[in-house]
């Protein structure tokens, strides 16, 4: 996708924070806010990592490229990531919350959070809380939140977050990707009039390293690229128009497949059940 196919804006001058830029959807969509010309921040796990991907970004057009090392486990590395942002970048123009997981067996982060809701929908709701200053001076802005279909049919327990007691590796995504709808929706209704936009996307089934490392095979060349062959740019397309395109400039709180807009799922638009899940996930991140 180019800014000359009509449906995107030159993003030169715009700053783009991109997590999960190393590999799979996020290297992908940070490539494509490259070639609109848009600055990078890749908010990678590697400093290697990082430093490879943003070799390729500039080399699609990037104005700049910079990378910050954060663990989307841990709320102090998260913490530190947002204030190496802020500081760099006083004014951000659009926001990519992307990176995520699936674990065979439940783990626990070093905060003792199980990894799931950590990772897919405590590290969107932190970082994305810690940036909403720079966000705000860049406005008019967006933040993209990556969901998944696989949100129908998830349920939010409250009373075992954690999942504690039963730990069901799809189980527990389901419940975090809803839980990205809901926080979509809710810190929509919280902007509202401050020109900060917020969409969740659906990417679709992706042969990325996420869904090869749950399956146990190889991402490239074997299994699970017969299986899904959906490569990451097909993914990272519909983020790429919620954040460039002039066609969303405006709407907020709605939720996207396929470069279109599309009803989430009944339990998404629980607008009780987003501000429980807001109040427990600020108690969890120690945010007022």
């Not at 995107?8 to 799979?24: K, P, Q």
């Not at 959807?25 to 609109?36: D, E, K």
């Not at 199980?114 to 809380?129: D, G, P, R, W």
Request: with cysteine; glycine share 10%; proline share 3%.
């Amino acid at each position: 996708m180019s800014a000359r196919d009509g449906r995107l804006s030159d993003l030169t001058g715009r700053i783009c924070v991109v997590t999960g830029a190393n590999r799979g959807i996020g290297r992908a969509t940070a490539v494509g806010l490259a070639r609109l010309g848009a600055g990078l921040v890749l908010v990678c796990r590697r400093q290697e990592d990082g430093n490879d991907a943003a070799a390729e970004v500039t080399g699609a057009g990037a104005a700049a490229a910079d990378v910050v090392v954060a663990d989307l486990s841990s709320q102090a590395s998260i913490r530190k990531a947002a204030a190496d942002i802020t500081a760099r970048h006083p004014r951000l123009h659009v926001l990519v919350n992307n990176a995520g997981v699936i674990t065979r067996s439940r783990q626990v982060t070093g905060d003792g959070l199980e990894m799931q809701l950590a990772v897919n929908h405590l590290a969107y709701f932190l970082l994305t809380n810690l940036l909403l200053d720079p966000l705000r001076q860049g406005a008019p802005s967006r933040i993209v939140v990556v969901s998944s279909g696989s949100h129908q049919g998830g349920r939010i327990d409250f009373d075992a977050l954690q999942s504690e007691r039963r730990y069901e590796p799809i189980r527990v995504y389901s419940m975090t990707k809803l839980a990205n709808l809901l926080f979509t929706y809710e810190l929509a209704r919280r902007l509202d009039g401050t020109g900060v936009t917020v969409n969740a996307v659906h990417p679709g089934v992706v042969a990325t390293r996420l869904l090869a490392d749950y399956l146990d095979l190889p991402v490239v060349g074997g299994t699970i690229a017969r299986a899904f062959g959906a490569k990451p740019e097909k993914g990272a397309e519909t983020s790429i128009y919620v954040a460039a395109s002039p066609e969303v400039a405006g709407v907020t709180g709605a939720y996207f497949v396929g470069r279109h807009q599309s009803r989430s799922s009944t339990a998404s638009y629980d607008e009780a059940a987003a501000r429980r899940l807001w109040q427990a996930s600020a108690e969890l991140t120690g945010l007022a």
